[in-house]
């Protein structure tokens, strides 16, 4: 297993408040090997990027690989929380992983910050104090694509997902937007890599548009088998599709598709500005919104840190609360159950010299909270 | 449910079928001859699609990348097999089954370590893209089509190659007793080489072809690998007509079951819980047919008694 160590030293030492400052410890688990590594590994370099260019002393950041397993992923969180005495962890990409470490984490004390997973079971019933989610609550991109689906004149969408909790997560928000009919609503396996079958539904049911969520390798299969069958239907999905990582192995099969996300390269602020430049020196590639999330996270642990310890934890959790950082998003705020309010924008695949990435064409939902919000008593 | 539907799907599960078949029929090929449970058979068909996404990245030629991916996985297979596996023959199936997976290990690690997390880009080519028109109106990918027609090929020559040449005796008389072609002269280390060989080099071709319609990543393999052992242990193992028929028969079943029994589900549920109820008991379905395949035959259709 890859253990990497980050002690952040920086130069010259202001002798009085560094001296009595304990270390703060950030456990990282996250998927670095096997399908969806690419995740992991863009939102770890999106927050260690974060964190270098503060440069303070007395942050340690352990980063683990949970191989997108869950019981890895528990055993790792326990080993982190119980004999290194993490103070804050973070990294998780997939909700079934979320589901299986965030409750147990945040019961005994520690402050779990989402950088990518959101389910709807941790924005509403089982919200928790020290549970933030920095990136969005899965229905969030998809009710997004609902209601841009609506403004698109969209009637009879044909809509699929993986089995698991975030897939279900985003047909539910997908429909609770969305108004017109559905020609169709299938779940696939997670992890499945053909989609024949589901082309020739789709085919068959007299659909006008296709929604889909098929995060990573999936979403290349779906898209390229897609464009080889000749059903000609337009396309819109949420940005987990379409993300820098992925749009080079998809394609011209993904030119000019609709997708939406909380955040883009073209955002116009200059924490924006500034991130996707030095992303681009430091890693040679453009940063996908997964880099973002990874970044926004480790900004805001940051900006919590200058404020109060994490031990002092009423202190410490006002401080996230308070989301006082520059977020590339641009504007940034935090619920009641700690998941963000957000405008969510509409994107279109675009060529830029020979690399494909999105361009915002629209703003799909302005200020946008979760649904789940009421059901948290917290 | 129209027929041209029903027709499409089955045309789906006989390509799921053949791609399958090139998979198993390595896989039973070792075991049948060398007794060996090779997990790491995955593996070669992952290299087989990187090599083609890198040849195909170069020369732009996809013809060029399924004689890379051939070469790449034989290559990669008879190497394996010389400096690992060999070591393995007469150590119990325990021992293989972890050698074989920290080969896997070392395969994904090397292979992210050589072209970095990020899936690459294989496509289809021009002159096979798009759909063509079958009798009775379905519209069918030219490609899937090219596929079913390879698979069935190479189906049909290894047929041949087992039942009518000077290899195919000496790998049946190695199934049946390895001691005595050894003592008959057949230099069975060599044969060894070549069957895993052959075995890796039919992985590593289904691993380009279809990276060409899917994402070709690391830990692609695994997921395929899973269901060729379902397939051999229907099929029985070493037999490769069970290979074919049991390849056959899980595509089949995958396929029209992913498809159908959401839609069983939908006569007496709401939409939204049958299309979840019906995905999750489809996914089961294969398994559910191996279970039912060794109650009645426990050595799997074509298995030996032994």
């Known amino acids: ?378 | 449910m129209t027929y041209i539907l029903v027709l499409e799907q089955i045309l789906n599960g006989l390509q799921l079928g053949v791609m399958l078949f090139l998979m198993a029929a390595g896989l039973t090929l070792v075991f049948g001859v060398m007794g060996l449970i090779n997990l790491a058979h995955g593996s070669l068909y992952m290299v087989g699609a990187f090599a083609a996404a890198a040849v195909a990245g170069w020369t732009g030629s996809f013809l060029l990348a399924l004689i890379a991916s051939l070469a790449a996985a034989a290559a990669a297979g008879a190497l394996m097999e010389l400096v690992v596996i060999r070591r393995l023959y007469r150590r119990d199936h325990l021992d293989q089954v972890l050698a074989t997976f920290a080969l896997i290990l070392i395969f994904s690690e090397g292979t992210r370590w050589l072209f970095g997390s990020f899936p690459l880009f294989l496509d289809v080519p021009s002159y096979l893209s798009g759909p063509v028109s079958l009798p009775g109106g379905i519209e069918y990918p030219l490609y899937r089509l090219t596929i079913i027609l390879i698979g069935l090929g190479i189906a049909a020559g290894l047929f041949l190659l087992i039942a009518r040449t000077r290899i195919g005796i000496q790998i049946r008389a190695g199934e049946a007793d390895r001691e005595m072609i050894a003592a008959l002269g057949v230099d069975i280390s060599k044969l060894y080489t070549l069957v895993f060989a052959l075995g890796a080099a039919l992985a590593g071709l289904a691993g380009a072809l279809v990276g060409a319609i899917q994402s070709v990543q690391v830990g692609m393999g695994e997921p395929v690998l899973i269901l060729a052992f379902v397939v051999i242990v229907i099929g029985g193992i070493g037999s490769i007509k069970g290979a074919l028929a049991g390849a056959l028969l899980v595509g089949m079943t995958d396929t029209l079951g992913g498809v159908f029994l959401p839609q069983l589900f939908a006569l007496f549920l709401d939409p939204a819980s049958a299309a979840s109820a019906g995905a999750s008991l489809a996914s089961m379905l294969i398994y559910i047919l191996m279970a039912a395949i060794l109650l009645v035959r426990p050595s799997g259709l074509y298995g030996g008694s032994a």
């Open chain 1, 1 to 378: 297993m890859k253990t990497i160590r980050m002690l952040a030293m920086a130069a010259a030492v202001p002798a009085l408040a560094a001296a009595a400052q304990a270390d703060t410890k950030i456990g990282m688990i996250t998927t670095l090997s096997g399908g969806g590594a690419g995740l992991g590994v863009d939102v770890r370099d999106g927050f260690m990027l974060a964190i270098e260019q503060d440069g303070r002393e007395g942050v340690e950041v352990v980063i683990e690989d949970d191989q997108r397993k869950p019981e890895a992923a528990v055993q790792i969180a326990d080993r982190m929380i119980q004999s290194e005495k993490g103070d804050i962890m973070t990294g998780i990409i997939w909700s079934n992983l979320a589901m299986a470490v965030v409750p147990a984490a945040t019961a005994q004390g520690v402050f779990y910050l989402s950088p990518n997973a959101g389910p709807s079971a941790l924005a509403g019933k089982r919200c928790h104090q020290n549970y933030f989610n920095v990136a969005w609550q899965n229905d969030n991109l998809h009710e997004a694509a609902g209601a841009y689906a609506n403004e698109a004149g969209l009637k009879n969408s044909f809509i699929l997902a993986p089995n698991y909790p975030a897939g279900q997560d985003a047909l539910t928000g997908y429909k609770r937007m969305y108004e017109g009919e559905l020609a169709g609503e299938i779940y696939t396996k997670l992890g499945q890599t053909d989609y024949a079958a589901e082309i020739a539904q789709i085919r068959a049911s007299g659909a006008d548009s296709v929604y889909f969520f098929l995060p990573g390798g999936m979403g290349i299969s779906f898209l390229k088998q897609y464009a080889g069958s000749g059903v000609d239907l337009p396309v819109v999905g949420p940005a987990f599709s379409f993300d820098q990582g992925i749009l080079q192995a998809v394609g011209d099969a993904a030119l000019g598709v609709k997708n939406t996300s909380q955040w883009n390269k073209d955002i116009d602020n200059e924490a924006n500005a500034e991130f996707v430049a030095s992303f681009q020196e430091k890693y040679g590639r453009l940063p996908s919104l997964y880099a973002s999330q990874g970044f926004d996270t480790a900004n805001l642990i940051l900006s919590a840190l200058d404020k109060a310890e994490p031990a002092d934890q009423d202190a410490f959790r006002a401080a996230l609360k308070a989301a006082d950082f520059a977020s590339v998003r641009g504007s940034f705020k935090f619920g009641d159950n700690h998941h963000p309010i957000q405008d969510i924008y509409v994107r279109e695949v675009i060529k830029e010299g020979d690399v494909f990435t999105n361009k915002i064409i629209a703003t799909g939902l302005k200020d946008h909270a979760d649904a789940y919000g009421g059901e948290c008593k917290m």
